[in-house]
């Protein structure tokens, strides 16, 4: 229930959507929509981290309207912005789906549809599996749905992140940062950047040339604790999405947002 004042709401209508968005869910139709599902799934979660990739074609699905009730699609236009399914558990309901990002009413509606039909089967706990992205999350909060963040690793030891050699490793990432920079237009400015983790320093000239190590003085320093450097260097987050985790002059966060961004990866536990 949520509370609002003095005035609380009943769960049932905190999900209940508004008319034109229940005209546009209706049951998942596997002979009509298994191309378009097949599309979203490739588009999203497909190049995101911690996606569950598909292997090979996708096979035509046959058959008529999903009548389990725990299959739907979000129509938008002449095409579908989203897929969501339910699966029941002794008390626990799993939610799974692809979406269109660029069309965040559609994962919006239809999480808030299967939590509704959650609520009908008394299911009182309900995950989502959905990928690690900002617009996921910027798309329930808008929505008003309520939820806590797991990050979930599939592969032993995800946990267990050792920065052994700091200047080594930021000597192998220099030609893909220097990559990364040139699509990103290059440098505006010359800047030494001082990297530090822990206890360990490393420092990269960024130019016209790329970014490469130096032993120069720096100019400004990014500093960051060794788990949360690693997710920078491994792509694995942006420095925004850190936050106060990270020290960065605020001029400087726009440059090294140039070469140190959040990459689509779905390779071993961190990418």
């Given at each position: 229930?949520v509370?609002?004042g003095a ?7 905190a ?16 002979a009509r929509?298994?191309?378009a599902?097949?599309?979203l799934?490739?588009l ?20 008529g ?8 699609v979000?129509e938008?236009g002449d ?5 969501l399914q339910?699966?029941l558990?002794p008390?626990e309901?799993?939610?799974t789906?692809?979406f269109?990002?660029a ?11 299967g ?12 995950v989502g ?5 900002p ?15 797991h990050?979930?690793?599939t ?5 267990m992140?050792?920065?052994?050699d ?8 220099a030609?893909?940062?220097t990559?990364r920079?040139?699509?990103?237009g290059?440098?505006?400015?010359e800047l030494?950047?001082?990297?530090a ?18 032993r120069a003085p ?5 500093a960051a604790?060794?788990?949360e450097?690693?997710l920078?260097i491994?792509?694995y987050?942006?420095?925004r ?6 020290e960065?002059?605020p ?14 990866t779905a390779?071993?536990?961190l990418?």
């Open positions: 229930p509370r609002a005035v609380t709401i009943p769960v049932e209508e999900l209940r959507l508004a008319p034109d968005e229940a005209e546009r869910i209706r049951p998942y139709h596997p929509d298994w191309r599902r097949a599309r799934e490739d999203c979660p497909g190049t995101r981290v911690g996606a569950l990739r598909r292997r090979g074609t996708p096979r035509p699905e046959v058959g309207p999903d009548q389990s009730g725990r299959r739907w979000y938008q095409s579908l912005a989203g897929y339910i699966h558990d008390g309901g799993t939610l789906g692809a269109d990002l069309r965040p009413n559609a994962l919006a509606a239809l999480v808030r549809h939590l509704g039909e959650l609520l009908r089967c008394r299911i009182d706990r309900a599996r959905f990928p690690f992205d617009a996921v999350e910027a798309a329930l909060v808008t929505a008003g749905v309520g939820y806590v963040l990050e979930l690793f592969a032993p030891a995800g946990n992140l050792l920065l052994v700091l200047p080594a490793l930021v000597e192998a990432a030609p893909e940062w990559r920079l040139a699509e990103a290059g440098a505006r400015d030494v950047l001082e990297l983790a822990g206890e360990q320093e490393a420092r990269v000239a960024i130019g016209p040339d790329g970014v490469a190590p130096t720096a100019d400004a320093r990014l604790p060794v788990r450097m690693l920078l491994l792509g987050r942006g420095p999405e850190l936050g106060t985790t990270i960065c002059p001029d400087v966060l726009p440059t090294v947002e140039r070469f140190i961004r959040r990459v689509p390779t071993g536990p990418g």
